[in-house]
């Protein structure tokens, strides 16, 4: 199975050339198993450019929020199967114990905002409101999951014919603690991303920066490492970069964050355009 990023920034979209290399694209990442089932992870800017690289034969793809912030519908509207008349397309998102998935798209897909409603989308559109049981959809188990974040916010497990992933895009397992302090079992998003071979994790902001936005619902990168050493994952992706942190600032923090933490795993940062392979290694012969 592959997981493709196809937008790694959080909170705003920051195109130019000082982001060119991580991307300036909201939150969009493509899931494609080895049989042809494509997920895709939020419906940030980035899900715009995965739309038109889909297979014209293609006729089901799910959509996955984490939760409704503008930079993770952003570019829903301008995703081209939800105009095909031939494509199934199925949204997931997290229930709200006020209004329905589909009144609270509707708010954005809608005038004044945007000029086609959701009702008059031409494709075959099933909405599912999440967190729920696991559902299998092609080749993949889906696990669901309520975690820290302001207003209702899922995090995903994704296991496939290849492994394991985690998607937690906006996620502040910490919130305000010195640490993580709470045994893992209690720890906001454990149980999504344990024993992984891929957590693709919130890694916004720098310690000083996270001190001063206790509560916004998101993490440091030292917090992103530390979560991710607690979960037992076997890589991490860190995510949601912050729009104020160009390439050049990036490069530093990672570096520096790694440095001081040493993980017994691989960190990488997320990169528009990066593709992770995940294969289940084929047992031995006797």
């Not at 592959?2 to 969009?28: E, H, Q």
């Not at 992870?41 to 409704?68: K, N, Y």
Request: hydrophobic content about 45%; some cysteine.
């Amino acid at each position: 199975m592959k997981v493709v990023m196809w937008g790694t920034r959080g909170s705003l979209a920051t195109p130019g050339r000082d982001t060119a290399r991580y991307g300036g694209n909201t939150s969009c990442v493509e899931v494609i198993g080895e049989g042809g089932t494509r997920l895709v992870l939020d419906a940030g800017t980035g899900i715009r450019a995965l739309g038109m690289a889909l297979p014209q034969d293609l006729r089901r793809v799910d959509v996955l929020l984490t939760h409704l912030h503008m930079d993770h519908i952003q570019g829903l509207g301008f995703f081209g199967p939800l105009f095909n008349p031939a494509m199934e397309v199925h949204i997931w998102g997290p229930a709200s114990a006020t209004l329905s998935l589909r009144a609270r798209l509707m708010r954005y897909l809608s005038a004044p905002l945007f000029p086609v409603p959701l009702r008059d989308l031409p494709c075959k559109l099933v909405l599912h409101e999440v967190p729920c049981d696991g559902v299998r959809v092609g080749e993949f188990e889906i696990d669901t999951n309520l975690i820290c974040h302001p207003g209702p916010t899922v995090g995903y497990r994704v296991t496939g014919p290849g492994g394991v992933i985690a998607y937690m895009s906006d996620h502040e397992p910490a919130l305000g603690q010195n640490g993580l302090r709470l045994p893992a079992e209690w720890t906001s998003g454990h149980v999504l991303a344990e024993g992984t071979d891929l957590l693709i994790h919130d890694a916004q902001y720098t310690d000083e920066e996270y001190a001063a936005r206790v509560g916004w619902g998101h993490s440091s990168i030292a917090q992103a490492l530390e979560f991710a050493a607690l979960a037992g994952t076997k890589h991490l992706v860190a995510f949601h970069h912050d729009p104020a942190h160009d390439d050049a600032m990036l490069d530093r923090l990672m570096a520096a964050a790694i440095a001081q933490a040493a993980p017994a795993f691989p960190v990488t940062a997320a990169k528009e355009g990066a593709v992770f392979e995940l294969m289940r290694a084929e047992p031995r012969q006797a």
